[in-house]
């Protein structure tokens, strides 16, 4: 499912318009990454949680010659599915 989809299918959910849909989408993605950048959680009980995780500096290999490389710090964006969301998808 691409956004496109996602927005009808949520418009048609919530009976609101398509516009209104997409906007509401932008909003959460939008939300999402703010509090994420500023190294918050968001928690959506039964749905699951949004946070950052922290990676730290490690040695690695390049690939096409061999040579070590140190791959520096850095944070990543991780979510972890609530058990609401694990028993629909395993239903």
Not at 1 to 7: D, F, H, P, S
Not at 12 to 37: C, M, N, P, R, Y
Not at 43 to 64: C, D, H, I, M, W
């Amino acid at each position: 499912m691409n956004k496109t989809e996602l927005v009808a299918a949520m418009a048609a959910k919530a009976d609101i318009s398509k516009k209104d849909a997409e906007a509401a989408l932008k909003a959460f993605t939008d939300v999402v990454g703010e509090q994420l950048k500023k190294g918050k959680k968001i928690q959506l009980v039964g749905f699951g949680t949004f946070e950052v995780s922290k990676r730290a500096k490690r040695t690695g290999r390049n690939p096409r010659t061999g040579e070590e490389m140190t791959i520096p710090a850095s944070k990543a964006p991780k979510f972890k599915p609530g058990k609401a969301l694990k028993d629909i998808v395993n239903k």
